[in-house]
């Protein structure tokens, strides 16, 4: 029997963003999406970014979530060697707090896009959710999973505020 391929690669440019980009991971598995998480950096393993990127629609992936921090030349050096849609994680950097890397992702020239989200958690999350909202344009069992993530996070939001939690 034929395995499916994970639809979405997670991809991070050091095991210590690992801690922020998991938050992509559990997203995606809240969501039953599988995915591949892999350590590539642009500049500690380029081989490694090249043979990804440029073999990555082929190995059966749709979507590309990188996460990197500093001088976050990951998600843009993997967009302009894949086809498929990148999502950018701005890691939180310790020296600039994540500027740099929003910085690093956000400013790509015209014509290589990186889709860039918020700096840490947030963003990792919400890559996951664009993510999927990419699959559920062809796949309606994700769309309806993905408006019942949706209904459960209204309907946790409690609409008057508490003096003590
Ligand atoms: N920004 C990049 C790239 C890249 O863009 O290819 N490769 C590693 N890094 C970043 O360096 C930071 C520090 O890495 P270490 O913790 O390994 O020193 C990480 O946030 C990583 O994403």
Same mark, same amino acid.
């Given at each position: 029997?034929?395995?499916? *391929?994970? !639809?979405v690669?997670?991809?991070?440019?050091?095991?210590?963003?690992?801690?922020?980009?998991?938050?992509?991971?559990?997203?995606?598995?809240?969501?039953?999406i599988t995915?591949?998480? *892999?350590?590539?950096? /642009?500049?500690?393993? +380029?081989?490694? %970014?090249?043979?990804?990127?440029?073999?990555?629609?082929?190995?059966g992936?749709?979507?590309?979530?990188?996460? @990197?921090? $500093?001088?976050a030349?990951? !998600?843009g050096? /993997?967009?302009?060697?894949?086809?498929? !849609?990148?999502?950018?994680?701005?890691?939180?950097s *310790?020296?600039?707090?994540?500027?740099?890397?929003?910085?690093?992702?956000?400013?790509? +020239?015209?014509?290589?896009?990186? $889709?860039?989200?918020?700096?840490?958690?947030a $963003?990792?999350?919400?890559? @996951?959710?664009?993510? @999927?909202?990419? %699959?559920?344009?062809?796949?309606?069992?994700?769309?309806?999973?993905?408006?019942?993530w949706?209904? *459960?996070?209204?309907?946790?939001?409690?609409?008057?505020?508490?003096?003590?939690?």
């Open positions: 029997m034929m395995t499916e *391929r994970p !639809p690669a997670i991809i991070m440019g050091s095991q210590s963003d690992w801690e922020t980009m998991k938050n992509a991971a559990d997203t995606l598995e809240a969501l039953e995915y591949d998480a *892999r350590i590539i950096s /642009a500049h500690r393993t +380029p081989d490694r %970014l090249m043979n990804f990127a440029k073999g990555a629609k082929d190995e992936f749709k979507v590309i979530i990188a996460g @990197a921090g $500093g001088a030349h990951l !998600p050096m /993997a967009a302009s060697m894949t086809p498929l !849609p990148v999502f950018g994680v701005p890691v939180q *310790r020296a600039l707090s994540g500027q740099d890397s929003l910085l690093s992702i956000v400013q790509m +020239p015209a014509g290589i896009p990186v $889709g860039t989200l918020a700096i840490g958690k $963003g990792a999350v919400n890559a @996951a959710l664009l993510a @999927a909202a990419v %699959l559920a344009l062809g796949d309606e069992e994700i769309a309806d999973r993905l408006d019942e949706r209904a *459960r996070q209204s309907a946790a939001v409690a609409e008057y505020p508490m003096d003590d939690l």
